[in-house]
């Protein structure tokens, strides 16, 4: 297995970096550099590449990073809270425990991006990319993931409440014990996705593509489900109370699922 190496920044780079003249470092190319621990909080970066660079636990708060190529860059623990992240390519980036608050990701490419810990609390993700990523125990609370696509990723224990997933796409998602409290999954499709145990109470699901999804043990109640599909869906031991609301014609006692 080849060993990763990184490119110290050239002097003039650094001196830049750590005098805090980041302001015009768009299209800047960073591409494999040791560059752990650095502030880049602000700079404007545009564009720049980052390929496989060494980002950890670096300051980016507030940073312009949009279209910036973050393709296997490593982010472990770095604050990226309020960032500009538009469009950006993070395919294969490592950002477990890194902050994301508030960070803009609209239409970026997190494909297989190991997001295990990071917060992402309020993040604006609308079309972005997520498939195969893995956000397990991420907190993504109040994030907007409109029209995302999280196929197939790891959402293993992660925090969604009053998130915003209208029709996005969670078809096979691993999301056992997943906290969607409240979170807005209108026209969402769930096909096939693992959500035993998670928490859906007063959560929004109408429209909902739940097809061959494992609901068991899920908390269900409040929920409003009228419309979902739930065909071959798996809802043993699900509970559910008298504000549950579900499709017309649905028995949920005969799916297995409790009254409380």
């Known amino acids: 297995m080849a060993v990763e190496t990184h490119v110290v920044p050239p002097q003039d780079l650094r001196d830049r970096i750590r005098s805090g003249d980041v302001a015009h470092l768009a299209a800047a190319n960073f591409s494999k550099m040791a560059l752990a621990g650095l502030d880049f909080s ?3 970066l545009r564009a720049a590449n980052f390929w496989q660079a060494d980002l950890t636990a670096a300051q980016l708060v507030g940073a312009d990073l949009q ?11 770095a604050d990226l809270s309020g960032a500009q992240m538009a469009a950006a390519m993070l395919l294969r980036s490592r950002l477990p425990g890194a902050s ?4 803009r990701l609209e239409q970026a490419e997190l494909i297989e991006a190991d997001l295990q810990g990071a917060d992402l609390r309020s993040a604006y993700l609308f079309k972005a990319r997520l498939t195969a990523a893995n956000l397990a125990k991420a907190n993504l609370a109040q994030a907007n993931l409109e029209r995302a696509d999280l196929s197939h990723s790891n959402l293993a224990g992660a925090d969604l409440r009053f998130a915003r997933l209208q029709a996005a796409r969670l078809q096979h998602v691993s999301g056992a014990g997943a906290i969607f409290l409240r979170a807005f999954l209108e026209n969402a499709d769930l096909r096939g996705a693992d959500l035993a145990a998670a928490t859906f ?12 999804a494992d609901l068991s043990a899920a908390q269900l109640g ?37 009254h409380a």
């Open 42 to 44: 602000r700079a404007g």
């Open 100 to 103: 994301l608050v508030g960070a």
């Open 201 to 212: 109470q007063q959560a929004f699901l109408r429209g909902a593509d739940l097809r061959g």
């Open 67 to 77: 279209e910036a190529d973050l393709r296997g860059a490593m982010l472990q623990g």
């Open 222 to 258: 409040g929920a409003d489900l009228s419309g979902a599909r739930l065909q071959r869906a798996r809802l043993v031991g699900a509970v559910y109370d008298a504000r549950t609301r579900w499709p017309i014609g649905f028995d949920p006692a005969q799916a297995g699922a409790v």
